[in-house]
């Protein structure tokens, strides 16, 4: 199994540019997620999925969209980058709501 | 909303000095809980978790945490550390039946110096 992946592993916006982080998964899980990680703010979660079809809010959603069409698959879009989305990204999936989460390697995101 | 502290955010150690890196959590209720490490460059990955049962927990690497309720604590441990160890640990709590997602802690990154 490969996991949880990742792409692009780095990534360059102008501010006003959008582009979508995508993130796969193999293991058949049902829950997903995207964190955020900035210095000294620890992970903040922007969304998160409990299946095919259903997305929600985390602590951090503005300037982000989701969408959920598959179990294996769930991008990011950035809609109108900015610089203070400047970050690192990470997909993470879990099989139920309870277990442990896989992390992907993270994307690392400059909006200049 | 349940929140998670971390109380250390940066430790700095020797090799063989003993590591205590604390975590508490805000929710009253049932919850399952989690450190997780971030090794240089890397993902994140689990160390250990607490589920029910033996509140002493025994992780990967030598690692363990303890689980005390009436602390609402669930603090991480290693009698002896080693270079390698150096990187960032994150705590999260899952409430049952509360969030589908568990929230994180801000994380301590630890640096142990040979």
């Known amino acids: 199994n490969a996991g949880v992946t990742q792409t692009p592993k780095f990534q360059v916006l102008k501010t006003g540019q959008s582009m979508t982080l995508q993130c796969a998964q193999d293991?058949?899980?049902?829950?997903m997620s995207w964190y955020r990680q900035d210095p000294g703010m620890g992970l903040r979660l922007i969304h998160y999925s409990v299946g095919a079809g259903i997305t929600d809010q985390g602590e951090v959603p503005n300037g982000y969209n989701v969408s959920r069409s598959t179990t294996e698959d769930f991008p990011l879009r950035l809609l109108s980058a900015a610089p203070s989305q400047t970050s690192v990204y990470f997909c993470?999936?879990?099989?139920?709501?309870?277990?442990?989460?896989?992390f992907g390697p993270g994307t690392r995101l400059t909006v200049l | 909303a349940q929140s998670v502290s971390q109380h250390n955010h940066h430790v700095i150690l020797s090799e063989a000095a003993s590591l205590e890196l604390g975590c508490n959590y805000s929710?009253?209720?049932?919850?399952?809980l989690f450190w997780y490490v971030q090794y240089p460059g890397q993902h994140l990955q689990l160390l250990l978790k607490y589920f029910s049962g033996d509140p002493l927990v025994k992780g990967i690497k030598g690692f363990e945490a303890e689980f005390i309720k009436s602390k609402f604590s669930f603090n991480l441990r290693k009698p002896s550390v080693q270079w390698s160890d150096t990187a960032e640990y994150f705590c999260a709590v899952k409430t049952s039946g509360g969030s589908y997602i568990p929230t994180f802690g801000r994380g301590t990154s630890l640096i142990v110096h040979p």
């Open positions: 993470a999936s879990s099989y139920g709501e309870d277990n442990e989460q896989f």
């Open positions: 929710y009253g209720g049932t919850v399952n």
């Open positions: 293991m058949n899980h049902e829950y």
